[in-house]
């Protein structure tokens, strides 16, 4: 690997936000193409991150913190990968659903999949299945993310995929689900296209619905 795009690879894994803009700086003034920066600098990084904490050696605070890293970095390049004509792997439209304030797990589903090469839609907590439905409608994303962090909102997850159902509009985006009490039976009942158990597994249940 090219000693710049190792260094903003590096310093992704160890959570330092300043090194990576450094790095990603410096990485442009020598000429590296953004798309380069992005693939195998940043994306390549946090797919380490994601095995590391598949294997235990990451927790999430780590993962956090290596994310929080790596967007720091997708600020500086996104302008120019636009420019560039970079494509996005996919659009998803993410948030919390209704009745439900959680956030962390959804923020960090939602820079996962930013660190993978999506385009993230994040609309935050409380979203109503109205809500979902007038993004599918409008912005028209790949995938929809729904996540919760309690029993008694689950229920909204089911809501939200009638919602979208009634719309007309399901076959249309693939729906994904997660959250501490959800489960792969639930996701199954509800008619969820994927389920995943924490962020890092998220990135290739994501991958995997683009491909169906």
Do not use: C, W
């Amino acid at each position: 690997m090219d000693t710049m795009i190792q260094e903003i690879y590096e310093a992704i894994i160890d959570g330092d936000m300043e090194r990576v803009k450094d790095g990603v700086n410096a990485a442009l003034s020598g000429g590296k193409a953004p798309g380069v920066i992005l693939s195998e600098g940043m994306i390549a990084a946090m797919a380490e991150v994601g095995k590391r904490f598949e294997k235990g050696d990451f927790f999430v605070p780590e993962m956090l913190v290596s994310a929080r890293a790596m967007k720091n970095g997708l600020e500086i390049l996104r302008p120019m990968l636009a420019k560039s004509g970079v494509q996005a792997v996919g659009k998803v439209a993410i948030g919390t659903v209704k009745g439900d304030l959680h956030d962390i797990g959804k923020n960090l589903v939602s820079m996962m999949l930013e660190g993978a090469g999506f385009e993230i839609n994040d609309l935050g907590v409380d979203v109503s299945p109205e809500k979902f439905v007038e993004v599918v409608k409008d912005n028209k994303p790949n995938i929809v993310a729904l996540s919760a962090l309690l029993t008694t909102t689950m229920q909204n997850m089911k809501a939200t995929i009638e919602a979208i159902e009634a719309a007309g509009l399901r076959d249309q985006v693939k729906i994904m689900i997660g959250g501490a009490p959800v489960t792969q039976e639930y996701a199954n009942q509800i008619g969820a296209d994927g389920y995943s158990s924490d962020a890092s597994r998220a990135v290739s249940v994501a991958k995997s619905l683009m491909v169906k």
